[in-house]
């Protein structure tokens, strides 16, 4: 998501009229103005009224549309105001050429020896064909570039606000990594190097690439890299259990999502408690997405709490909703023994 790389895109504005799904609206719009001015026009309409309007309103959608289709390559690198007057010349262009020729069929049979002989009135109907073209198309074009800013304005504040979040994560993991190496120290040092070792790695993997989704492959591996820091620390009270079926390597996900997710479970969850507890992991893909679950035991009342950040779960919770919209689900189930998170990511198709 690069606002900055994609200025060609910026500038043109205008929808893809190639697409069957840009078509079908405009020409349910065209539908709709057909309706309108057959209500205007006549007290008493008909249905052979609607059906003349709808005609013309309709070819002159689909001329334009396909002109503006057809030179896409070539003015969709132009200035914001070069293609708007060629688009803005296209409709007009389009309502004259479809308003003659309408005048030709309806008045004249198609006549070939009565082509371009049209009474004064005929020459009004097209004078007033293009006023009212001129008048649509400007708002329609003006309407379709105010949508492009704000989907630009959208994507810029979406971008920033998961750099934030992202940028979050780092102080919140080393602050708790840290924490977990000095505990080392004191009883163990050459698991304390050990784990040093493997805090760099983590800080190297998580500091290098900032970009919002990563395969699957680097996601797993950071999570297990820090299973085993903190497996160091904790040692038998931490049992791991991972269940992975048949997960594509590639399968796009944001980054550091599942991380604070399995810090949290184990921070207010297995390290909490006295004989410690199992971390179930478990990860299934099909056609549609990703299902991912993770159980830890829940503490009695008796044990002490740790003090969180109140960073985990509503940060993963934030993300989700930035890059998924409604698409992605994260569930917690809360019961007296045990707490567990799940999640649904849709797949992306890099």
């Known amino acids: 998501m690069n606002i900055q790389n994609n200025e060609p895109e910026a500038r043109y504005f205008l929808p893809d009229f190639c697409q069957l799904q840009s078509l079908f609206l405009l020409v349910l719009t065209a539908e709709l103005l057909a309706i309108i001015f057959t209500l205007i026009i006549s007290t008493q309409p008909s249905w052979m009224l609607l059906g003349l309007i709808s005609m013309l309103c309709q070819w002159i959608v689909l001329v334009s549309s396909g002109l503006i289709c057809v030179f896409k390559s070539y003015i969709e690198h132009w200035k914001v105001w070069q293609i708007g007057m060629v688009s803005y010349f296209f409709i007009l262009l389009s309502t004259m050429i479809c308003t003659l020729v309408g005048i030709w069929f309806y008045f004249y049979q198609a006549n070939f020896n009565h082509f371009g002989s049209m009474t004064a009135i005929q020459w009004k109907m097209v004078q007033h064909n293009l006023a009212i073209a001129s008048i649509l198309g400007g708002i329609l074009l003006r309407y379709f570039y105010l949508q492009q800013q704000y989907r630009i304005r959208l994507a810029a504040e979406t971008q920033a606000k998961v750099e934030a979040l992202h940028a979050r994560i780092h102080p919140h993991f080393l602050f708790n990594t840290l924490n977990s190496v ?105 056609e549609e997405g990703l299902q991912i679950s993770i159980k830890n035991p829940v503490p009695d009342n008796k044990s002490p709490k740790r003090q969180g950040h109140g960073i985990g779960l509503d940060n993963v919770q934030q993300r989700l909703e930035i890059i998924y919209l409604q698409s992605a689900k994260m569930k917690v189930i809360k019961e007296e023994e045990f707490f567990q998170i799940n999640l649904w990511i849709p797949e992306i198709k890099s």
């Open 182 to 286: 000095a505990a080392l120290i004191p009883t163990s040092p050459q698991q304390a190097e050990v784990a040093i070792e493997n805090l760099a790695k983590l800080m190297r993997a998580t500091l290098k690439d900032m970009r919002v989704m990563v395969p699957w492959k680097k996601e797993i591996q950071l999570c297990k890299n820090y299973l085993e820091l903190e497996k160091l620390r904790l040692g038998d009270r931490l049992q791991i259990k991972i269940e992975i079926d048949d997960v594509d390597e590639n399968f796009l996900l944001p980054g550091l999502i599942l991380q604070p997710l399995i810090e949290n479970a184990i921070l207010h969850g297995v390290s909490r408690m006295t004989e410690g507890g199992l971390l179930d992991f478990s990860a299934q893909q099909n």
